[in-house]
Nanobody
């Protein structure tokens, strides 16, 4: 099964930007719809953004629309989440996973280690 790894998190001031990356090992996710999720301490993961396998369809959670941009490279081996105008409430661990389009559910049982995003107010 494809394994994913997230990177690019860090500490940033409110209003700043970060770019997260999701890369695959043991295969590729070029044929899959992929998504970003985030998890706050003590809660389950919530949907953030998704991009179709073709890159032609994109959707976002209302809380990040207009601030976050999801993309995937032309080889479809890496997916990105560019985050602008970060807010304190964006502080979370961010994960990527294959996504069920429309339901915004993660399809792979295995998750990466995630990448911590911390926004200081």
């Amino acid at each position: 099964q494809v394994q994913v790894a997230e990177s690019g998190g860090g500490l940033v001031q409110a209003g700043g930007s970060l770019r997260l990356a999701c890369t695959a090992s043991g295969g590729t996710f070029s044929d899959y719809d992929m998504g970003w999720f985030r998890q706050y301490p003590g809660t389950g993961r919530e949907f953030v953004a998704a991009i179709s396998w073709s890159g032609n369809y994109i959707d976002y959670a209302d809380s990040v629309k207009g601030r976050f941009t999801v993309s995937r490279d032309v080889t479809k081996t890496t997916m990105y989440l560019h985050m602008d105008n970060l807010k304190f409430e964006d502080t979370a661990v961010y994960y990527c996973n294959r996504v069920r389009w429309g339901a915004w559910e993660a399809l792979w049982a295995a998750w990466g280690q995630g990448t911590q995003v911390t926004v200081s107010s």
